[in-house]
């Protein structure tokens, strides 16, 4: 997608190693992190300056072919990366696909391109859900910076911007990371219309008729339907329930778990609680709102029963 009007993926091939778009940068700095090695990426995804489920799953297959390639065993690569981060799925599956590789720079670049080409097809399908004058709820950044390219909840969106439809999106903020930023900086790069609201305001709009659909994306989908992301998306899905205003998920097939295991929530660092990121004097900055006790559950779980529909590489379904 674009970033200052050329056409970037978040992860890119370069010479021997991969460079990916700082996302801990944005929205206020534009920086690429050139990653070389196994801890390299670890430390990216960890820290992350890479983050959203399917482009964490996608950097972690180059950071076990950088590893491969500095003499790490294929255990040790897999063991470290499964560490960074416990809630997106797609990192487990990435690790198993590139196992069973051949040639794992070759799976690796698969991998990218697969997931490039399948939130494509995500906004194509979604594209039935969209129409003139729409304005769109999202949560959290499912877009393309969360991905290698397109993103999943915000495909559906540049699909439809592209199609000449007038489309306004109400941005959440998405504390304490902001990662709504994030989606109102991409957004912005597309030129399409868009309104960053506080976290709370969802259900008032909705209340107003001001929102005609939810749609987020997913770091883990069960194949009961149920669904893990953003902490803060069950209670937009409680209030679109309460409103009838429908609720899309846009689950990308490397974001389905049809195990049984529990959904495991990754609790962050309270500082993300206990700050703000913004600017001071010009400079990027983190600012201290609160020294009290502070909890940080990153991720909630919307049962099926509030999701209206998946919007998949495949098309729209009820079900998963
Ligand atoms: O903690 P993050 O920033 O990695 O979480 C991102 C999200 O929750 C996204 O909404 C999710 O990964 C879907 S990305 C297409």
């Given at each position: 997608?674009?970033?200052?009007?050329?056409?970037?993926?978040?992860?890119?091939?370069?010479?021997?190693?991969?460079?990916?778009?700082?996302?801990?940068?944005?929205?206020?700095?534009?920086?690429?992190?050139?990653?070389?090695?196994?801890?390299?990426?670890?430390?990216?995804?960890?820290?992350?300056?890479?983050?959203?489920?399917?482009l964490?799953?996608?950097?972690?297959?180059?950071?076990?072919?950088?590893?491969?390639?500095?003499?790490?065993?294929?255990?040790?690569?897999?063991?470290?990366?499964?560490?960074t981060?416990?809630?997106?799925?797609?990192?487990?599956?990435?690790?198993?696909?590139?196992?069973?590789?051949?040639d794992?720079?070759?799976?690796?670049?698969?991998?990218?391109?697969?997931?490039?080409a399948?939130?494509e097809?995500?906004g194509?399908?979604?594209?039935?859900l969209?129409?003139?004058?729409?304005?769109?709820?999202?949560?959290?950044?499912?877009?393309?910076?969360?991905?290698?390219?397109?993103?999943t909840?915000?495909?559906?969106?540049?699909?439809?911007?592209?199609?000449?439809?007038?489309?306004?999106?109400?941005?959440?903020?998405?504390?304490?990371?902001?990662?709504?930023?994030?989606t109102?900086?991409?957004?912005?790069?597309?030129?399409?219309?868009?309104?960053?609201?506080?976290?709370?305001?969802?259900?008032?709009?909705?209340?107003q008729?001001?929102?005609?659909?939810?749609?987020?994306?997913?770091?883990?989908?069960?194949?009961?339907?149920?669904v893990?992301?953003?902490?803060?998306?069950?209670?937009k899905?409680?209030?679109?329930?309460?409103?009838?205003?429908?609720?899309?998920?846009a689950?990308?097939?490397?974001?389905?778990?049809?195990?049984d295991?529990?959904?495991?929530?990754?609790?962050?660092s309270?500082?993300e609680?206990?700050?703000?990121?913004g600017?001071?004097?010009?400079?990027?900055?983190?600012?201290?709102?609160?020294?009290?006790?502070?909890?940080?559950?990153?991720?909630?779980?919307?049962?099926?029963?509030?999701?209206?529909?998946y919007?998949?590489?495949?098309?729209?379904?009820?079900?998963?």
């Open positions: 997608m674009k970033v200052a009007g050329i056409w970037r993926r978040t992860i890119e091939r370069e010479g021997d190693h991969v460079i990916v778009l700082d996302q801990a940068a944005l929205p206020f700095e534009v920086t690429w992190l050139a990653l070389r090695t196994l801890d390299d990426v670890a430390r990216a995804i960890r820290d992350m300056h890479v983050r959203g489920a399917p964490i799953g996608a950097a972690a297959a180059w950071g076990v072919a950088l590893a491969l390639r500095e003499g790490h065993t294929i255990d040790h690569a897999c063991r470290v990366l499964a560490a981060r416990p809630t997106a799925v797609n990192l487990r599956w990435a690790l198993e696909r590139m196992r069973g590789a051949r794992a720079e070759a799976e690796a670049q698969a991998i990218c391109d697969e997931d490039a399948g939130c097809a995500i194509r399908a979604g594209l039935r969209m129409r003139d004058g729409i304005n769109v709820l999202t949560h959290c950044n499912a877009g393309w910076l969360a991905t290698v390219d397109w993103g909840a915000l495909a559906p969106i540049y699909a439809a911007h592209e199609a000449g439809m007038r489309v306004h999106v109400w941005v959440d903020e998405t504390r304490p990371r902001n990662q709504g930023l994030l109102a900086w991409e957004l912005a790069q597309h030129g399409v219309p868009h309104t960053v609201i506080a976290d709370n305001a969802g259900g008032h709009l909705m209340q008729g001001k929102v005609d659909l939810c749609i987020v994306g997913t770091d883990r989908t069960r194949g009961n339907g149920d893990a992301n953003k902490i803060g998306t069950y209670l899905a409680l209030a679109a329930h309460d409103n009838n205003v429908p609720f899309y998920v689950v990308p097939a490397s974001s389905i778990d049809r195990s295991a529990p959904f495991e929530i990754e609790e962050r309270a500082d609680m206990r700050t703000v990121a600017v001071v004097a010009g400079k990027p900055a983190r600012v201290r709102v609160t020294d009290s006790p502070v909890a940080n559950p990153a991720f909630d779980v919307t049962p099926a029963r509030l999701v209206t529909g919007i998949t590489e495949t098309g729209v379904r009820t079900a998963i």
